[in-house]
């Protein structure tokens, strides 16, 4: 995988306190959760939040397929709850390694489409529509479009390369 060794990457989402020390719930992007055994600090984010806050981890513990994280200050339900829904943001070494032909969200933003050696589109964002990753694209002709993150749509990803091969071009109309 490549990219810059700082970069930060979101990683879970706290979905709500358990127990009664504070503890959070943590549902992880990746589906992998050994990464979070490993962490000292976090950043947690929410798009509606002022601002974001850095966390020292106290403990974290497995619980089904979801993951509790204790961090050091918040010591009660109700103060858990007010994470509710943030974001985990990690250090991308903190995260969890990629697999092969497996890329982050955050990689493959601001990635060309590249149909037939022509470069058509820039990458502004991407988004799950719970079937399967849309990029979000604005072309040469500065129009939006959105480009399901599978074949018949997508070809080979060159992340070295700064690109994204785009099988068909009809779909950027």
Sequence with gaps: MSGDSGKRLATGVIGG????????????????????????????????????????VERVRGHGEKILLKLVGIDT???????????IWVQRNEAAPCAEDEYYIADL?????????????????????GATAMLDVETRERKSAVVPFREPFVGEVMLEAGRIELLTDWILE
């Design 77 to 87: 339900p109700e103060a858990a709850r007010r994470f509710n829904g943030f974001e």
């Design 109 to 129: 933003v601001g990635l060309v489409l590249v149909y037939q050696g022509r470069e058509v589109a820039t990458v502004r964002s991407v988004w799950e529509n």
């Design 17 to 56: 306190p358990h127990g009664i020390h504070g503890e959070l719930k943590v549902r992880s992007f990746s589906g992998e959760t050994e990464h979070f055994s490993k962490l000292t600090h976090v950043t947690l984010r929410k798009a509606d939040a002022p601002r974001e806050l850095e966390f020292e």
